[in-house]
């Protein structure tokens, strides 16, 4: 196993960070009851799988999730795994089409130190330490054209926005003044940060 990253509410956005790091050929998901209080969503990178295994998977049919819809904001109290799915990097689970091709350079379509307001906010992910997993996870939603990322003061507590457009603001973007979400970066879903060269 490569990484295990918990928050993670859905199986595009596993499979999004999949395609993001370097080695990672295949990816488990499922969701978790917590404490009573949360559903959560596990997300597990790996190199390669020779095994696949339906053990303590259950399904929305099965009593043990079956009250429990496919849906970030249920709240279910016992800890089983529900709605496992797995597979490999590609081909993507959501079909949104071809990619726009991706202009290089382009660093300069990014902005560092900014963020996009909270108006048109599709969704806040946490604990997403990498901005290129933040646009990742925004490439793989239908309707996300723009992110956000910004970390603490000490470079922890990642942070991910994904907004269908973005108004620009700089507020709570100065770790002297705003230690708890600082670092802000923020740009559109393509071209792909991680294909931008600098001149």
């Known amino acids: ?3 295990q990253e918990t928050h993670i509410d859905w199986s595009r956005d596993c499979q999004a960070i999949c395609q993001n790091h370097p080695g ?3 990816w488990s998901h ?5 404490d009573g209080d949360h559903y959560w ?3 597990f990178l790996y190199t390669s799988c020779q095994l696949f295994t339906s053990a303590q998977c259950f399904g929305p049919t099965d009593k043990e999730c079956r009250d429990v819809p496919y849906d970030p904001s249920a709240v279910r109290s016992s800890p089983h795994k529900c709605h496992c799915v797995s597979a490999g990097a590609l081909p993507a689970l959501e079909d949104c089409g071809g990619f726009p091709p991706t202009p290089l350079p382009c660093m300069d379509s990014f902005w560092p130190g900014q ?3 909270d108006d048109d906010n599709l969704g806040h992910i946490e604990h997403i330490q990498s901005r290129s997993d933040c646009q990742a996870i925004c490439q793989s939603h239908t309707g996300c ?3 956000s990322h910004s970390t603490d003061d000490k ?3 990642g942070e991910c926005w994904l907004h269908a457009a973005c108004n620009l603001t700089d507020h709570d973007c100065d770790c002297r003044l705003a230690r708890k979400s600082c670092n802000c970066f923020a740009g559109p879903a393509f071209p792909d940060m991680d294909d931008c060269s600098q001149p």
């Open 145 to 147: 054209a723009f992110f």
């Open 24 to 26: 990672c050929g295949h």
């Open 41 to 43: 969503g596990n997300c």
């Open 155 to 157: 470079g922890e507590r």
């Open 30 to 34: 499922y969701r978790e009851g917590g």
């Open 1 to 3: 196993m490569i990484e």
């Open 115 to 117: 963020r996009c307001d």
